[in-house]
């Protein structure tokens, strides 16, 4: 029983101007030819593919021309197959070709899919790939005696594959990585702030609440307030009451002044002082002035009416 | 090869964290209100309080008076004392005036509330007296 491959093998190569039409939703297994990176057989004493992945950095490091390379590697018996490649340089020519990331489908590098070559395999209409060393190298068709075209249609291919790195050239991924921490550090930070403030809102809202049981108050602040302002316009007159009639009773009086009423009313104070001939009154007064009292003054005979309003 | 934006997840965090940012604002500022709005209910229930347990403590009020009137300077003052559920009303047509400067100092020194006063020079000895305190 043959399953047929949900996805066409495309083989992509800098050298052939070839625009692809892809269906729409139509997915590729792409094999980048050896012009696109740069291939090294290394025998290091490390076990990983992880740990030789570190190392390949300072490997590359003087066989690269300048720029912003990925690296990938995988192991073959004893020794490891190492590649490093421009991620933005294969991402332009994959737009060039008309292959939208979406429609990629896998990445695989020539070496790892024509590691088993046994004959030249043409790959444009001037260069041909064959293994020399192990290695997959380009060479002008003309230097070979023979050379097979290259046919894709039913290519199995291996499990060695890359992604490639978008924003690789703008952003490495241990920064982007660090950035990110950073970031959720951040977040993390700003929602225990927001729980933390949250309990003291209910802690406060709480603590409020217990003042009504604690004061015995009324169930709305409305009649709170309305209460409060009863009573203390009850105090404040009140007060006012008790220091107006101080201020009388320690007025300048003369032998023949005497107080023979005092009366108070709604709001109203009345003293009447008898003895007092009009032009007199204005040392007996002078205590209500200098407290700044608002009064009326009558006279009826000698007798003098002060009246304040509280 | 559907690769996730690294830019659009950093964006995603800027969003959240400008989200985040904003809440915390408007929570600081509730945070906020809701300590002033504390601060004044605990003065005004204090305030309230104190007021009340002055102005509108009948039984206190009327025990304190009780006291004063017992007192041995009113005893031949001739008080006709008038008792209402929320009031008192202390008159005399005569009261010497040195029992009538003891009580009203007692009562212009306490906290009650004056609804009605009246005090008559009647000679240099005696005058005529209306009082009514609230509760």
Redesign the interface.
């Known amino acids: 029983m043959k399953f047929k491959r949900s996805s066409r093998v495309l083989f992509v190569d800098p050298s052939v101007d070839t625009v692809f039409s892809l269906d729409k939703g139509e997915k590729v297994d792409l094999i980048l030819s050896p012009s696109l990176y740069w291939v090294k057989k290394i025998t290091i004493p490390v076990k990983s593919v992880r740990e030789v992945k570190k190392l390949l950095p300072s490997i590359f490091l003087d066989s690269l021309p300048e720029g912003h390379y990925s690296y990938s590697a995988y192991k073959k018996e004893d020794d490891f197959i190492a590649f490093a490649y421009e991620d933005k340089k294969i991402l332009a020519l994959l737009a060039q070709k008309g292959i939208g990331?979406?429609s990629?489908?896998?990445?695989h590098f020539a070496q790892s899919e024509f590691e088993t070559l046994e004959s030249a395999l043409e790959i444009n209409e001037m260069e041909s790939i064959y293994l020399k060393d192990d290695l997959l190298v380009v060479v002008p068709t003309v230097w070979l005696k023979e050379s097979a075209p290259l046919v894709l249609e039913d290519k199995k291919l291996s499990k060695h594959t890359i992604?490639?790195?978008?924003?690789g050239h703008?952003?490495d991924n241990k920064s982007?990585y660090m950035?990110?921490t950073i970031?959720?550090i951040?977040?993390f930070i700003?929602?225990v702030?927001?729980f933390l403030?949250?309990s003291?809102?209910d802690t406060?809202?709480s603590?409020?609440d217990s003042?009504?049981s604690?004061?015995?108050?009324q169930s709305t602040?409305f009649q709170?307030?309305s209460?409060?302002t009863k009573?203390?316009n009850?105090?404040t007159v009140?007060t006012e009451?008790?220091a107006v009639?101080?201020y009388f009773l320690s007025m300048p009086l003369r032998a023949t002044q005497?107080?023979?009423?005092?009366?108070?009313?709604e709001k109203k104070l009345i003293v009447t002082i008898s003895g007092v001939i009009k032009g007199q009154e204005r040392g007996i007064v002078s205590k209500l002035n200098a407290k700044k009292v608002k009064y009326k003054l009558s006279f009826s005979g000698q007798n003098m009416k002060v009246e304040v309003k509280l | 090869m559907n690769r996730v934006n690294p830019l659009q997840i950093a964006l995603l965090l800027v969003v959240v964290i400008t989200f985040l940012l904003f809440k915390l604002s408007s929570l600081k500022e509730e945070l906020l209100e809701a300590n002033e709005s504390y601060k004044t209910s605990e003065k005004l229930a204090i305030d309230l309080n104190s007021l009340k347990s002055v102005y509108a403590s009948p039984k206190k009020t009327q025990k304190a008076i009780n006291r004063i009137l017992a007192q041995r300077s009113l005893r031949g003052a001739n008080l006709e004392i008038k008792r209402e559920k929320k009031s008192i009303k202390i008159t005399t047509k005569s009261i010497d005036t040195a029992a009538l400067n003891s009580l009203m100092g007692k009562i212009l020194n306490g906290s009650y509330n004056i609804t009605l006063l009246k005090i008559k020079r009647l000679s240099e000895t005696k005058a005529s007296l209306v009082l009514e305190i609230k509760w």
């Open positions: 990331l979406s990629i489908h896998s990445i992604k490639l790195q978008q924003f703008i952003v982007f950035i990110g970031l959720s951040f977040i700003l929602m702030e927001i403030t949250h003291k809102i406060i809202e603590a409020k003042l009504f604690k004061y015995k108050l602040m709170n307030r209460t409060f009573y203390n009850i105090h009140q009451l008790r009639i101080s005497k107080i023979t009423l005092i009366e108070y009313k």
